[in-house]
Nanobody, 125 residues
Framework: QVQLVESGGGLVQAGGSLRLSCAAS????????LGWFRQAPGKEREFVAA????????YYADSVKGRFTISRDNAKNTVYLQMNSLKPEDTAVYYC??????????????????WGKGTLVTVSS
């Protein structure tokens, strides 16, 4: 069992930056692939970024590529999402997820075993 708690959301102006964190419980953190997803009002949840168990491979949605960076610190049981050059269309609740499959599978919304409760990011124009 893994419990995930996101933090770092808030209100930011367009062009600004935020760093989200997701802290996980449990001793097997490094055995999971991790991902960030988001859900905007009235829209379905979508993939944002994923990272492999060692952090050696990362994957991004086209809409955030070049602006967002996912990373993990297995010693701290934490995964991060650095978000730069934020746009109003990035406004959403951001969720982290852990899975026992592959980071690539998360790109197509598969393999997520555990979810956090989310943190709200609002980007004003």
């Amino acid at each position: 069992q893994v419990q995930l708690v996101e933090s770092g959301g808030g209100l930011v102006q367009a062009g600004g930056s935020l760093r989200l964190s997701c802290a996980a419980s449990g001793r097997t953190f490094s055995s999971y692939v991790l991902g960030w997803f988001r859900q905007a009002p009235g829209k379905e949840r979508e993939f944002v970024a994923a990272i492999s168990r060692t952090g050696g491979s990362t994957y991004y949605a086209d809409s955030v590529k070049g602006r967002f960076t996912i990373s993990r610190d297995n010693a701290k049981n934490t995964v991060y999402l650095q978000m730069n050059s934020l746009k109003p269309e990035d406004t959403a609740v951001y969720y982290c997820a852990a899975g026992s499959g592959t980071a690539q599978a998360m790109r197509v919304m598969k393999g997520m075993d555990y979810w956090g409760k989310g943190t709200l990011v609002t980007v004003s124009s």
